[in-house]
């Protein structure tokens, strides 16, 4: 019973917005529905009884149409979400998985080695405050291409929630457990992936869903700047034509693929943490 109370909970809450925006948006014009003839002679304009916001429904419609064919290309802006959602989520892969391999061996080398920590500190300090986005003209301007440029933008900002929080858990590893490693002569290296991944394994899983749902966040306004493909760019091209529910379709969309990918990161560490 217990396990029902949450979702059941969720599905008021849904239904309750849902009914919240179905009469927010509704049109209390004055000339709402009034004969249009009436409204000329009332010096006013009549209007269908529609409000300019789209509804609940409005967005529910986009949505089954997007489903029904997400992968239609009519021209270079014209392009289904489900085609426009691969582009973002192949860039996010792409520079997530750069900084993967970049950060959590960087993490590793300054977990274990204070020295290195400390020589590096400075350069993460001033570095991790830079907003991803201020990369950007950089690099458009040295590799002249937006795609790979956007790469890089998830490339920079990935890296450092994952690099500290691996030279967090490795730091912190229990000291008697190393005692013990270097007690057998275990070697440095066998010492790093049998004793202190397993240990530092769910802080670094933490540090990628922290990273993942940052690239899932920049992506979105990279592409709004460098145009082309994306759902940043389908956003911002729905602007463009002042379809405001295709609009809320992106915002939607974008939400439900990035609870996906915190999802997917927080099974696995679920899974890496019951094995252990």
């Given at each position: 019973m217990a396990r029902l109370a949450a979702p059941f909970l969720s599905l008021v809450i849904l239904v309750l917005g849902l009914l919240c925006w179905q009469l927010a948006v509704r049109d209390t014009s004055p000339t709402a529905?009034?004969?249009?003839?009436?409204?000329?002679?009332?010096?006013?304009?009549?209007?269908?009884?529609?409000?300019?916001?789209?509804?609940p429904m409005d967005v529910g419609a986009k949505l089954v149409a997007a489903i029904r064919d997400p992968f239609y290309d009519h021209g270079p802006n014209d392009k289904g979400v489900g085609t426009q959602l691969a582009f973002s989520l192949a860039r996010v892969l792409l520079g997530f998985g750069l900084a993967a391999i970049v950060a959590i061996p960087l993490g590793f080398l300054i977990g274990m080695s204070p020295l290195a920590g400390a020589a590096l500190n400075p350069f993460i300090q001033v570095l991790k405050p830079v907003s991803p986005l201020a990369w950007m003209p950089l690099a458009l301007y040295t590799i002249k291409d937006s795609?790979?440029?956007?790469i890089f933008v998830i490339f920079i900002c990935s890296v450092w929630p994952m690099l500290v929080n691996t030279a967090f858990g490795v730091g912190t590893v229990r000291r008697e457990w190393l005692n013990v490693a270097r007690t057998l002569e275990v070697s440095a290296w066998r010492r790093a992936?049998?004793?202190?991944?397993?240990?530092?394994?769910?802080?670094?899983?933490?540090?990628?869903?922290?990273?993942i749902g940052i690239a899932w966040l920049v992506i979105v306004a990279a592409e709004?700047?460098?145009?082309?493909?994306?759902?940043?760019?389908?956003?911002?091209?729905?602007?463009?034509?002042?379809?405001?529910?295709d609009i809320l379709l992106g915002i939607l969309l974008i939400g439900l693929v990035g609870m996906a990918l915190d999802r997917l990161?927080?099974?696995?560490?679920?899974?890496?943490?019951?094995r252990e």
């Open positions: 529905g009034m004969d249009p003839e009436y409204a000329k002679l009332m010096g006013a304009q009549a209007t269908s009884g529609k409000s300019a916001i789209p509804t795609g790979q440029s956007a992936i049998y004793v202190i991944l397993p240990a530092a394994a769910p802080t670094i899983f933490t540090g990628m869903r922290i990273s709004m700047l460098v145009g082309g493909t994306g759902i940043g760019y389908f956003v911002w091209n729905q602007w463009n034509n002042l379809s405001l529910a990161l927080g099974l696995a560490a679920t899974a890496v943490t019951w």
